[in-house]
């Protein structure tokens, strides 16, 4: 199972950036994938969400308006369109998927709600 993130990089203040994430490898039914986040020092935390099969979507508040998460399930890719960032975005992305269907979708905004993730991709904001 590999999950490739891509797209990060160093943007000025009110700048944008676009994260994809390929998914490979997993023969069993996705049911959602996640964006998450670990800024320096900080432990890692949710930024978006996306039930795979609907396409029903949670952010994080401090994201809500400004990043879009998305999906194309013929390329078995996940995106992450980040607009108007702000030095405070800067972090390691992470992109996870989970193959559990969970009741209580809350699960799907944890850590522990995914079973794999990737490598991850530095962003930084920064003038």
């Known amino acids: 199972v590999q999950l490739v993130e891509s797209g990060g990089g160093l943007v000025q203040p009110g700048g944008s950036l676009r994260l994809s994430c390929a998914v490979s490898?997993?023969?069993?039914?996705?049911?959602?994938m996640g964006w998450f986040r670990q800024p320096p020092s900080k432990e890692r935390e949710f930024v978006a969400t996306i039930n795979w099969i609907g396409g029903d979507t949670d952010y994080t508040d401090s994201v809500k308006g400004r990043f879009t998460i998305s999906r194309d399930s013929a390329k078995k890719t996940m995106y992450l369109q980040m607009n108007n960032l702000k030095p405070e975005d800067t972090a390691i992305y992470y992109c996870a998927a989970s193959l559990t269907d969970y009741r209580d979708s809350n699960h799907y905004l944890e850590v522990n709600g995914y079973d794999y993730w990737g490598q991850g991709t530095q962003v930084t904001v920064s003038s």
């Open positions: 490898g997993i023969t069993l039914t996705t049911y959602a």
